[in-house]
């Protein structure tokens, strides 16, 4: 046989190694799907080993294990083995709804299932029976592709703690009869082979194990598989077989941590000729394809900036909160939807009611009143109150869930400047201006170091110009970069609008930089910009003037608004970085940044 046997040489690669009745078992399913798919290359295929899946409710599932399923349906491995407690058990006159779930539940699967049994699936004479019934046979060998699997019982009436010496010798016929198989897998429930106990403690494997090691030595047997303990375990290679547990399908042992390999998870197996690797998977990580289309960003965005909207909470600096606010749901669908809109508190504000259940009737809106304060004008920051609800009707996937932060936007008064003011940095001019602090640190960054950092800026305006100004105290001015790169050093982004400007004191001197911008080429050093930079001790002013050219569409004259935010970077000489910012989140990009509202008076 060559090396490398593919799909022409194995139409009947798949073979049962017992002999099975035609009917609707689980099993003769599975069996009947594998015939008629064997591999494209017998030498290289997939299949999935997942254990102990069953749940506390008797007649149905865990909802990690119906997300495996649909992930398995994404993956499309070659089959699934299942090494046992498929469901929780009980007494036997309780097992049949049981299984009639398990079957029902599984049925949306597209591979092949292939089941071994657990402590929970057989306890005795007639909860054997029954697995026969519903699942088949409790052991069995197939051949598939270059490789044999052996499904092994634990679970046989009567035998403790070992695999039964009858048993044992059906192994070693099956193992005999494998002819050219290059791999061998062994899948059983109970971790007959583990060298410790479910805490990791050593304990003697041999009086459980050892005519299993005697009947598979001299075999290419590569992994032996099992679950019972609910968590992942390498248990390392004995006698060049790899031993491994995987019991992740469902409900966790309760008293392990992750760290102890109890998260949910399945393992993924790879078949290169006689190589063999897997990677342990946890549930919830496979996405199919369109898990994010185009259609449904459109979709989420419109419900959540458009059909789900909040008034904006515009706030004086200084002042505190006291006003009704309404939450506006519009629904253009030709059928109403019920729901409920919930608030998220924090401390300092208060919102009544703090839940409103609402109707939005067919092309039409309803609006949902409530009440928000905050007493005291130093709590009117971010974070602020959220409202939260699940819009109804979404016609690209589930309903959209909109978790929305109340619309906080404070306000500020841009005077107009003096005469003849100059671009100098010495801010004598600015004693009438009205300042605003740069008060939100960056995640790990701990604001109250204000001889580290600390920041306040402010606005003026005439017929020509914009002027902008910070003063900072920064214990240590490092600016290594030019151009592009200045952000990660000492600097000044500022954004107005739809502009978005760098204000730096390079080594070469002050340098303005513009990263977008309307109708004008962006990325690029601005010679326009007129920027002063100059530093006292540990205190940096930065003035800038922007022409009124590189302002639009914005118009320069009284009752103008503008949106506005900045950051003030800053990197230390240890190479710690942070920065504070005049609104949080500052760091995202320009369309998306919360920004005060100024008006030019």
Not at 369 to 380: E, G
């Amino acid at each position: 046989m060559t090396k490398h046997v593919c799909a022409a040489s194995l139409a009947a690669a798949v073979l049962v190694m017992m002999t099975v009745d035609a009917g609707a078992t689980a099993l003769e399913k599975s069996l009947a799907q594998l015939k008629t798919n064997p591999p494209l290359c017998g030498d290289s295929f997939d299949f999935i080993v997942i254990g102990d899946n069953q749940n506390y409710v008797p007649t149905d599932q865990p909802e990690c294990f119906k997300q495996m399923l649909r992930e398995f349906n994404i993956l499309e491995p070659s089959f699934v083995i299942d090494v046992g407690d498929l469901i929780l058990g009980g007494s036997s006159d309780s097992l049949p709804p049981q299984w009639d779930a398990f079957e029902r539940i599984t049925g949306v699967l597209k591979v092949p299932f292939l089941p071994v049994p657990g402590n929970h699936d057989i306890s005795d004479e007639a909860s054997e029976k029954l697995w026969m019934q519903h699942m088949g046979l409790t052991r069995y060998a197939v051949r598939y592709g270059n490789s044999l699997f052996i499904a092994l019982d634990s679970e046989e009436v009567g035998a403790l703690d070992r695999i039964p010496d009858p048993q044992v010798d059906w192994l070693k016929e099956q193992l005999k009869a494998a002819g050219d198989a290059r791999n061998i897998f062994l899948f059983l429930h109970q971790p007959l082979f583990s060298d410790t106990d479910e805490l990791g403690k050593p304990k003697d494997w041999k009086p459980h194990w050892d005519n299993m090691e005697a009947a598979i030595k001299g075999y290419p047997v590569r992994a032996v598989f099992a679950g019972h303990v609910h968590c992942y375990r390498d248990c390392g290679v004995r006698g060049g077989v790899h031993y491994v547990i995987t019991g992740g399908a469902g409900v966790g042992s309760g008293g392990s941590t992750e760290e102890e390999g109890n998260f949910n998870h399945y393992l993924l197996v790879r078949v290169r000729g006689d190589k063999v690797g897997w990677s342990v998977i946890k549930q919830g990580n496979v996405l199919p394809p369109d898990v994010v289309t185009g259609k449904r960003m459109a979709e989420m965005y419109e419900v959540r900036h458009n059909l789900v909207s909040c008034e904006e909470v515009d706030v004086p600096y200084g002042a505190a909160l006291d006003r009704d606010v309404t939450v506006t749901i519009n629904n253009p669908n030709d059928r109403p939807f019920d729901s409920k809109l919930a608030w998220e508190t924090v401390p300092g504000w208060t919102v009544t009611p703090p839940t409103a259940d609402y109707t939005a009737p067919a092309k039409g809106s309803v609006p949902v009143k409530f009440h928000v304060v905050a007493k005291d004008p130093a709590q009117v920051r971010y974070p602020v109150p959220r409202y939260n609800t699940v819009y109804g009707i979404a016609e690209y996937g589930p309903p959209v869930t909109v978790s929305v932060d109340l619309p906080l936007t404070p306000t500020m008064d841009v005077r107009r400047a003096p005469a003849n003011i100059k671009i100098d940095a010495d801010l004598s001019e600015w004693a009438g201006a009205v300042w605003a602090p740069v008060p939100y640190p960056s995640a790990g960054f701990d604001a109250s170091k204000t001889d580290d950092l600390s920041s306040r800026m402010s606005l003026l305006w005439d017929d020509q110009y914009l002027y902008f100004a910070t003063e900072t105290t920064d214990n240590e001015h490092v600016q290594p970069y030019m151009g592009d790169t200045v952000w990660a050093a000492d600097n000044i982004e500022f954004f107005i609008d739809d502009w978005h400007w760098g204000f730096t004191l390079t080594k070469d001197g002050p340098e303005t930089f513009l990263y977008e911008g309307v109708d004008v080429s962006a990325e690029t050093v601005n010679t326009d910009v007129k920027l002063a930079v100059r530093r006292d001790g540990v205190i940096t002013r930065y003035v800038a003037a922007i022409p009124a050219a590189l302002m639009k569409p914005a118009v320069f004259k009284a009752g103008t608004e503008c949106r506005v935010c900045m950051i003030m970077n800053d990197l230390d000489k240890t190479g710690e970085r942070h920065w504070l910012e005049l609104m949080p989140g500052a760091g995202l990009d320009n369309a998306r940044v919360r920004k005060i509202r100024v008006t030019l008076k």
